[in-house]
Structures are given as structure tokens and as C-alpha cells.
């Protein structure tokens, strides 16, 4: 391992159920296809978790067709984004976030363990059957995405109940900062009380004393630099996920028209819309958002029946979100909602994935694996 920085200590390792992290760092789920396989693998590769976001996977998929078997395609689209990672980053840890607010979500993870996911990462409401369609796989990590201490408290309640288990980690995500859907209603958001300085410190405290530390506390939100992880594990995170800061990455999976708009934000750019989810969701300004905002309408015909409760879908109103982020994915931004954290104007140029893990970590990387298609690297 050759030292880059004599400032920068390398960061400690994270054991999460039966995985040590050499780096205890999450790459976030970033849906629709945001982070699929290459993503993931270079992440898992450079030794932190790779995530490859379920949500409508199969929509650039060879399997969808115009909306016939959209969930069979996304189980195949899924096997298919495990295989691949798995064939680029061996021994690289893979998971994937699925959301508890999709149809799908039950076939979600039940694919993703059966394609050999490490992790499942899930949030968008409360996982709380995630242990009973895990049980095949028990060494699999089961991570919740919880916005406050009770949340946290219930789950792990009614897993240790109905299931005998707890989660393998906790992971808060702050609503003031983070990028997509969020776990907080509009008036919310912003308030103190959802904020990491005041969530990380009372989880931390409740896992020390219900659970001896056995739960470890993920941080994500707002992370982009170094000095922001140190942060947070001094309020007594464990580790962090990070999502926003790999968009820029030459493996990030989106189109480079897609990863363009960040490089090219400004100060204001970042807004927040109403999701047909009915959650408010952090977004880059675009034309899309724009026609929103205009009260313009804008494309509402649902095109992946994806959520179990859709406004699109069930009251014809807002837009349809799967097309949405599909054609942002593909590089659309006149019809495409860009998903995005409060960092997103911090972005300047393309980077790479190693690059940002040896700027984050002060020494060139321990790679977990080889990269056998040699695209991994600065
Ligand atoms: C483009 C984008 C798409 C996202 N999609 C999902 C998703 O499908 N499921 C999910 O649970 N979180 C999703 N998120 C949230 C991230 O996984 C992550 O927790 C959050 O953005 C962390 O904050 P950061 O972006 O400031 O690092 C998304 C975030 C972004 C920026």
C-alpha cells in the first residue's frame, strides 16, 4: 500500500455482519440505472460496497418490452447486472438497494440473494419483512434506511422478534442534504431534528446500549470529502455511503450528457420536487424540472406500473417517475429528472472511482479483486 498523503490517515476497516469493509465506505443505490454493474464493481473493487439500484432495472434492457413483463424483465435485467459485476470485481463486496415503496421489491431481493448480492440496502419505507425473504441467505447483510431513532428502534424490534435477527447495520439518511427521495415531508426536510448531528449521535448511543455496538451506524448525506467522514465518525458513525460524489465517475452507469449537467451546475441548481411517491425528492434543475415547477404538463402516462402507491398512476397527477429518471439515464434532460444530493455543484471534472477512494483514503487503494476488463483505474 504506498502512501499518498502524510495527512491523511488511512480510514479504519468496517465489519458488518459477516464482511470487513478495508474500507468502510457504501456507494448509494442510484436508480434508474444510475449504479449498475460497472459502477458497483469499481466500487467493490477499490474496498468499499458496491450498490447496483433495482428500481426499474430493466427499462434499457434488452428484456422490457413497451411495459409486457416489466417485472420478469427487471428480475432478468438484475441476474444480469449481478453476473456482470461479479465477472469485473471477483471478490469485490456487491449489493444492491432495493426500495420497500416498489412492487417489485420482494422479487428484488429474492433476485439479488439468489445472484449472489452481499447486501441489501433498503429504505423508501420500512423493510420490515426484509429478514423473512432473506431467510435462504443469512450470511447476506440486511441494511435498513432509517431517518430517525425510532424508526431504527422499530425494526430492529420487530426483526429480532419475528425473525430472531437485527439488522447488520443501521444506515441514517439526513434529508437536509441527501440526494433522491427523501424520508421526511416537505416541512420537514430542513429541520434540525432530522439532521445528522442530532440522528448519528442517538443512534450510535441506542446501539451501544441496547446492543453492546453490535449494529454499526452508516452515515450518508451530504459526504463528499474527507473532513465530512471524519465528521461523522466522530459523532459515532461507523462508516458512510456516499452516492452524488461517484456521478462523475467514468463508471458511473448514467449517460455522459447526464454526468455533464453536475460539471456544469451552479450555485441554486438543486431543487425539490413532489414525487408521485408522494415524497419530496432532491433533484438538479432542468428543463424538466423547470415545466414542473411552470405547471406545465409534462409526460404523466405510466409507463412501468414500478411504485405500490403512484400518484401518476392511481390519480393522474404529478408524472410518471420511472420514465423520468429512465430518460435522464439515457441522457434526456429535456424529459429527464436528474436525481441529485446538495453536493452536486461541487463537481468539476471527470474522475474516477480509484481516484476518489485514494483521495478519501490518503494511500493507493487495496483492491479487492481484479478488474478483469481493465476498465478500473485512473
Ligand atoms: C441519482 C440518485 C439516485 C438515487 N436513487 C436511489 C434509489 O434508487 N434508492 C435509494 O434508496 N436511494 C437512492 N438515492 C439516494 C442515495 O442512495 C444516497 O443515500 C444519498 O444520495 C446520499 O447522499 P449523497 O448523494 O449526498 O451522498 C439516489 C441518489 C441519487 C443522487
Not at 439500484?53 to 428480475?75: E, M, Q, R
Not at 421526511?184 to 441496547?210: C, G, H, N, T, Y
Not at 459515532?236 to 460524489?245: F, P
Not at 404523466?300 to 402507491?309: E, G, M, P, R, W
Request: aromatic share 6%; proline share 6%; hydrophobic share 40%.
Amino acid at each position: 500500500m504506498t502512501v499518498l498523503s502524510s495527512t491523511v490517515k488511512p480510514l479504519p476497516p468496517l465489519t458488518i455482519g459477516e464482511f470487513t469493509l478495508p474500507i468502510p465506505i457504501i456507494q448509494g443505490g442510484m436508480g434508474v440505472r444510475v449504479s449498475a454493474h460497472r459502477l458497483a464493481s469499481a466500487v467493490g473493487y477499490a474496498g468499499g460496497v458496491g450498490g447496483i439500484a433495482t428500481v426499474a432495472l430493466s427499462l434499457a434492457s434488452k428484456y422490457y418490452n413497451k411495459g409486457k413483463d416489466y417485472y420478469k424483465a427487471n428480475i432478468k435485467a438484475l441476474a444480469d447486472e449481478l453476473r456482470l459485476a461479479r465477472e469485473i470485481s471477483p471478490r469485490g463486496i456487491i449489493g444492491t438497494n432495493c426500495m420497500v415503496a416498489i412492487r417489485d421489491f420482494e422479487a428484488m431481493v429474492r433476485t439479488s440473494l439468489e445472484n449472489g448480492a452481499q447486501f441489501i440496502i433498503s429504505g423508501a419505507g420500512l423493510p420490515l419483512r426484509l429478514p423473512e425473504f432473506a431467510a435462504a441467505n443469512p450470511k447476506a447483510a440486511l441494511i435498513p434506511i432509517v431517518s430517525s431513532l425510532r424508526a431504527a428502534v422499530l425494526i430492529a424490534k420487530r426483526w429480532h422478534k419475528l425473525y430472531k435477527r437485527l439488522p447488520d447495520a443501521i444506515l441514517f439518511e439526513d434529508p437536509n442534504t441527501a440526494g433522491g427521495h427523501l424520508g421526511a415531508d416537505r416541512p420537514s426536510i430542513f429541520s434540525e431534528a432530522f439532521s445528522l448531528e442530532r440522528v448519528i449521535p442517538e443512534l450510535a448511543q441506542w446501539s451501544r446500549k441496547e446492543y453492546g455496538d453490535e449494529i454499526p451506524i452508516i452515515s450518508a448525506g451530504g459526504i463528499w470529502d474527507r473532513g465530512d467522514i471524519d465528521r461523522v465518525l466522530a459523532l459515532g458513525a461507523k462508516g458512510v455511503q456516499m452516492a452524488t460524489r461517484f456521478i462523475c465517475t467514468h463508471e458511473c452507469d448514467a449517460a455522459q450528457a447526464f454526468k455533464d449537467a453536475f460539471i456544469q451546475a451552479k450555485e441554486g441548481d438543486v431543487v425539490i420536487i413532489d414525487s408521485p411517491a408522494g415524497l419530496p425528492g432532491r433533484a438538479l434543475s432542468s428543463p424538466f424540472t423547470r415545466k414542473l415547477f411552470r405547471g406545465e404538463d409534462v409526460d404523466a402516462k405510466c409507463f412501468a406500473t414500478c411504485l405500490s402507491a403512484c400518484l401518476c398512476r392511481d390519480q393522474e397527477s404529478t408524472f410518471c417517475i420511472a420514465r423520468a429518471l429512465h430518460q435522464a439515464q439515457q441522457g434526456d434532460l429535456e424529459n429527464g429528472l436528474v436525481f441529485t444530493g446538495t453536493n452536486a455543484t461541487r463537481h468539476t471534472r471527470m474522475t474516477s472511482v480509484r481516484e476518489i477512494f485514494e483521495e478519501l483514503n490518503g494511500c493507493t487503494i487495496p483492491p479487492t479483486g481484479t478488474p478483469a476488463d481493465g476498465s478500473i483505474g485512473g
